[in-house]
Antibody, heavy 115, light 111 residues
Framework: QVQLQESGPGLVKPSGTLSLTCTVS?????????WSWVRQPPGKGLEWIGE???????KYNPSLKSRVTISVDKSQNQFSLDLRSVTDADTAVYYC????????WGQGTLVTVSS | QSVLTQPPSVSGAPGQRVTISCTGS?????????VHWYQQLPGTAPKLLIY???NRPSGVPDRFSGSKSGASASLVVTGLQAEDEADYYC???????????FGGGTKLTVL
């Protein structure tokens, strides 16, 4: 069973950069999976942010592409999310997950954008 | 506004049957891309309920079933139980956006 755990600051200032890391256990990140980030604003629906393959290939949501970078660190069995120039609209629970169809999810971490 | 359209809410009494629709277009469901369904209980991460239009992962009761026709898909829950009260999301891929897309979600209330 693949397990995923998000970590990172729970509070980010407007115009700053949101940075989260997902630690993968139960499998090696350089297996066949793509690795995803999904977010959910409070009381709203799910939004796919993007995904990365262990080779470093990435796919991003066009609506966020200009502000997002997803990277992978195979030595640490982790992948990461950077979201730049954040506003309060980026306040959400951020989930790391396996690729679609998503069978394995992290527990999610709430990131609040506020001064 | 979501690329995949779901009703905001549906409801049913225990034991009844409910259907949740997911309407897309020619660039996603209608283009032949698979539809997946997720169940999200309050305060928890989503759980994969149906994958590949009509397949249940191990452990998902056979009260849950999925189907797809044209540019739409449906999730059917039979023998409704109180524990089924949750939010349900459909997911597919959109070739025009080159992105994974979710429906807006449907809140299922068990009366």
């Amino acid at each position: 069973q693949v397990q995923l755990q998000e970590s990172g600051p729970g509070l980010v200032k407007p115009s700053g950069t949101l940075s989260l890391t997902c630690t993968v256990s139960g499998t090696v990140i350089s297996s066949s999976h793509w690795w995803s980030w999904v977010r959910q604003p409070p009381g709203k629906g799910l939004e796919w942010i993007g995904e990365i393959y262990h080779s470093g290939s990435t796919k991003y949501n066009p609506s966020l592409k200009s502000r997002v970078t997803i990277s992978v660190d195979k030595s640490q069995n982790q992948f990461s999310l950077d979201l730049r120039s954040v506003t309060d609209a980026d306040t959400a629970v951020y989930y790391c997950a396996t690729d679609t169809p998503i069978a394995d999810w992290g527990q999610g971490t709430l990131v609040t954008v506020s001064s | 506004q979501s690329v995949l359209t779901q009703p905001p809410s549906v409801s049913g009494a225990p034991g009844q049957r409910v259907t949740i629709s997911c309407t897309g277009s020619s660039s996603n469901i209608g283009a032949g891309y698979d539809v997946h369904w997720y169940q999200q209980l309050p305060g928890t991460a989503p759980k994969l309920l149906i994958y590949g239009n009509n397949n249940r992962p191990s452990g998902v009761p056979d009260r849950f079933s999925g189907s797809k026709s044209g540019a739409s898909a449906s999730l059917v829950v039979t023998g409704l139980q109180a524990e089924d009260e949750a939010d349900y999301y459909c997911q597919s891929y959109d070739s025009r956006l080159s992105a994974v897309v979710f429906g807006g979600g449907t809140k299922l209330t068990v009366l």
